[in-house]
């Protein structure tokens, strides 16, 4: 097989997620092309509507409403599946894999239901069938537990793995809602369908854990098989009493291995205030995994919405380009796509928090803010700290805007040199980390 000059997409599927792969195929050729070695060139594009206002404009001639049109288009090398429900995207799948086409999809329900008896068809076809934005949007846990993790025992997962459902309880906890003021305020926000019932009674939750388990402990678990509790009976007053207690409220998703048995639930379970899950709030999603090698590894992300998943779908979209590049394993080295140069530290700007030593007497504090002033580094706080009575000194706490490193480690110099400063005894860099 030689190097393919191009590979060909078909995309079933063209709503939330699927505008938002098709728009990133349009506008990230270039990189997307770099780092597969070739161009993806977005073929067909299957939908209910063609004549639909869409969030991203294609060529009238790339929409169809015949499914056949993107299996049997000889250019079609891989299909994206974005469609979602069970049938007939089901079908589809298995479809393009018997036309011996690789396929990425994003539906839990498939791949809950069917995903053993699909991976096993693209196995003995030699095909990739990947699915990281079934659970968990951007957080990388269908990789993880299908590469990174294999040389481990997994004994457990706890997962906040429905973002509509963490959000309605987040506001329940915070704000004291109802369950149907959150879940109102969550469908005005676009996080909820108009339709909540398989978020809000766990079923999503419960087709994201059958895939997790399945995969975690190598042994078939069905969606049928997750034992299932909603959200629904959940009252403002259980959340303030479980604070009293030291605990949160969440919709967990638990699998933990016992010995031959495995346990897999969906309910409501409170968690200790101080556990990362706990920690967890509004649409964010959460999955800690556990194993005899790993330890405990959280990972932490957007479980769902356009660009997470978009992000997901690109990845295995990447990784099925690599590989039909590559004509098998695909290459690991980075794809020099720029040739940035590294900024010098002087140049980097960071805020400052500066802890000095100074004689407990007046015109001190003009001194060191003359010096900062000078050098043009804008002060944000200044605190007197401890005063010791019997050396007649005092420590000051001062932190600083954004300044250059230059000028920092220049006023460093100049602090030492005052006479009103005994020692300069620390210098932190303060990171502002978004909340
Ligand atoms: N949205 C998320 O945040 C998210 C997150 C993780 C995973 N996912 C998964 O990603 C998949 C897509 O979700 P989505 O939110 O993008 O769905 P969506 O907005 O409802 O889009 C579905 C698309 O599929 C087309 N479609 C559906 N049934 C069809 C049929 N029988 N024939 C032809 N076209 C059909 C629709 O066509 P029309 O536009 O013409 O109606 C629409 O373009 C689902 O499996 C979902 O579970 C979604």
Redesign the pocket.
């Known amino acids: 097989m030689k190097t393919p000059q191009s590979i060909g997409v078909g995309l079933?599927?063209?709503?939330?997620?699927?505008?938002?792969v098709a728009q990133a195929l349009e506008n990230h050729r270039e990189p997307l092309a770099c780092r597969v070695g070739a161009p993806l060139e977005l073929r067909k594009v299957?939908?209910?509507?063609?004549e639909?206002q869409?969030p991203v404009s294609l060529p009238p001639h790339k929409l169809t409403?015949d499914?056949q049109q993107v299996l049997d288009d000889p250019a079609v090398q891989v299909v994206v599946?974005?469609?979602?429900?069970e049938s007939?995207?089901g079908e589809y799948i298995r479809g393009a894999l018997e036309r011996g086409k690789h396929v990425v999809?994003?539906?839990?329900?498939?791949m809950a239901k069917d995903g053993p008896e699909l991976l096993a068809l693209a196995d003995a076809k030699r095909l990739s069938l990947l699915f990281e934005?079934?659970v968990g949007?951007a957080i990388p846990i269908i990789g993880s537990l299908t590469k990174d993790f294999l040389g481990n025992q997994i004994h457990s997962i706890h997962a906040i793995i429905n973002g509509t459902t963490n959000f309605i309880l987040t506001r329940m906890a915070e704000e004291g809602m109802s369950g149907d003021e959150a879940l109102r305020l969550a469908q005005d926000l676009g996080y909820a369908e108009a339709d909540p019932s398989n978020d809000v009674e766990g079923l999503d939750a419960a087709y994201k854990l059958a895939i997790l388990a399945t995969l975690a402990f190598h042994s078939r678990v069905s969606p049928g098989e997750v034992f299932r509790e909603g959200i629904s009976r959940l009252h403002a007053r259980d959340f303030r009493y479980a604070s009293e207690l030291g605990y949160a409220i969440k919709l967990l998703a638990i699998a933990k291995r016992d010995g031959a048995k495995v346990e897999v639930r969906v309910h409501p379970a409170l968690v200790p205030e101080g556990h990362l899950l706990a920690k967890v709030s509004g649409v964010f999603n959460a999955v800690e995994v556990e194993g005899n090698l790993l330890g405990r590894t959280v990972f932490h992300g957007l479980?769902?919405?356009?660009e997470?998943?978009t992000s997901?779908v690109l990845g295995d979209l990447v990784e099925i380009g690599r590989r039909l590049v590559a004509n098998g394993e695909p290459s690991r080295a980075v794809q020099m796509e720029e040739s940035l140069t590294v900024k010098a530290m002087s140049e980097v700007e960071t805020r400052c928090y500066f802890r000095l030593n100074v004689p407990d007497r007046a015109g001190v504090l003009a001194q060191i803010t003359r010096v900062l002033g000078d050098l043009n580094i804008s002060i944000a706080s200044i605190i007197q700290k401890d005063t010791d009575p019997t050396t007649q000194t005092a420590e000051i706490v001062i932190t600083t805007h954004p300044s250059k490193e230059a000028a920092v480690q220049r006023s460093l110099a100049l602090l030492g040199e005052l006479d009103v400063v005994k020692e300069v005894s620390n210098m932190i860099r303060i990171e502002e980390l978004p909340s």
């Open positions: 079933l599927g063209l709503g939330v997620v699927g505008s938002g299957l939908v209910r509507d063609v639909k869409r409403k499914a599946e974005l469609m979602g429900g007939p995207a999809t994003a539906n839990k329900e498939v934005g079934a949007g479980g769902a919405g356009r997470p998943t997901a």
